[in-house]
C-alpha cells in the first residue's frame, strides 16, 4: 500500500462490515453475555490475574464484550478500537448490561492524542497486532500508557499459525515479516456465512519481532506461555479436544496455536 491510510481505510471498512454479523452470531454470543456470561477465557484469566480495582487500557477491543467482562470483574476499563461501528455497539452493550466502561474510537497509533492517563495494565487479544504494521510504535504505545509497576497482558495466535493457507491444511506465508499481505475475504471467522465480502491488510509478525519491539521499550518479560490449542472454534479444520479446547484437524503433532504474555514496567 501507498500510505497509512491506505490500510487503516481497507481494514476499517472490512471491520465496521463485519459488527452487525458478529453481533447476532453465535461465536460472540451477545445474548448470553447480557445475561451474565464472561466472555474471557482461561488463558486470559490465567494471565491476568485479580483485576478488581484495577485501571485496564483494552486495545484493540472490536465491540468490547471482554472489555466489559473486565470491568464485571471489578476493573476500571477503557477499550480502545478504530472501527465507529465498532465502538458504537460497545457504548450501546455497556449501557444495556448496566456495565461502566469508556471506550474511544481511534486508530491505535494515534492514542496519545485521545488519552493522558496511565493504567495499571495494558490488555490486548487474539487477532490484533497482525493488523498493525509497526511493532515498534506498537511497543511506545503500550510504554506510554503503562504507570510503573504496571504489566502488559497479552494472550494471541501464534504466528506458526498465520503460515498456512486459511484453511491450515499447508504452508503458504512465509514466519517473517516481509511485508502487507493483501487478500480477499467472504464471510467472517465468526460466521463464514455470514454476508460480508471484501479486502484487508495485515503483516506476519514472528515472536521475536513482538518480544523485542516490547524488550526495546525497557519492559521485562516475567511471563512466557504456549498452548497447543485455541480456545475458539475461528479457522476451517479444527477439531474440538473438549470445552474451549480446539486443535489442528489435519496434524497429528503437538504445535503452539496460541501464546500469553505478561511484561512489567519497572521504570
Not at 503500550?142 to 493457507?165: E, K, N, S, Y
Not at 506465508?173 to 502487507?180: E, I, L, R, S, V
Not at 485455541?230 to 496460541?258: E, T
Request: one cysteine or more.
Amino acid at each position: 500500500m501507498d500510505s497509512n491510510e491506505d490500510y487503516l481505510s481497507v481494514n476499517r471498512q472490512h471491520w465496521d462490515s463485519a459488527v452487525a454479523a458478529h453481533l447476532k452470531s453465535d461465536f460472540y454470543n451477545v445474548k448470553g453475555f447480557l445475561s451474565g456470561t464472561c466472555c474471557l477465557n482461561s488463558i486470559e484469566l490465567d494471565l491476568l490475574g485479580d483485576v478488581s480495582s484495577l485501571r485496564i487500557l483494552h486495545l484493540q477491543c472490536h465491540f468490547g464484550l471482554d472489555t466489559l467482562s473486565l470491568a464485571r470483574r471489578g476493573a476500571e476499563v477503557t477499550g480502545v478500537d478504530f472501527s465507529p461501528e465498532a465502538i458504537a455497539a460497545a457504548r450501546k452493550l455497556s449501557a444495556q448490561a448496566g456495565v461502566p466502561a469508556e471506550f474511544i474510537c481511534c486508530n491505535l497509533y494515534d492514542l496519545p492524542k485521545h488519552l493522558d492517563v496511565q493504567f495499571d495494565v495494558v490488555f490486548t487479544s487474539y487477532g490484533t497486532i497482525g493488523w498493525l504494521p509497526n511493532l515498534d510504535a506498537w511497543a511506545g504505545v503500550i510504554d506510554r500508557f503503562l504507570a510503573p509497576g504496571g504489566r502488559f497482558v497479552m494472550a494471541d495466535f501464534h504466528p506458526f499459525v498465520w503460515t498456512f493457507d486459511p484453511n491450515l491444511t499447508q504452508l503458504t506465508y512465509d514466519y517473517f515479516n516481509t511485508g502487507p499481505i493483501v487478500e480477499h475475504e467472504e464471510g467472517s471467522y465468526a460466521d463464514r456465512e455470514a454476508q460480508i465480502s471484501g479486502s484487508n491488510i495485515t503483516w506476519n509478525h514472528p515472536l521475536s519481532e513482538t518480544l523485542g519491539s516490547l524488550l526495546k521499550k525497557g519492559l521485562t518479560i516475567s511471563r512466557f506461555e504456549e498452548y497447543d490449542y485455541s480456545p475458539y472454534p475461528c479457522f476451517p479444520n479444527l477439531r474440538q479436544d473438549g470445552p474451549g479446547v480446539f486443535r489442528f484437524r489435519n496434524v497429528k503433532q503437538r504445535v503452539p496455536v496460541v501464546f500469553g504474555l505478561v511484561c512489567t514496567k519497572f521504570a
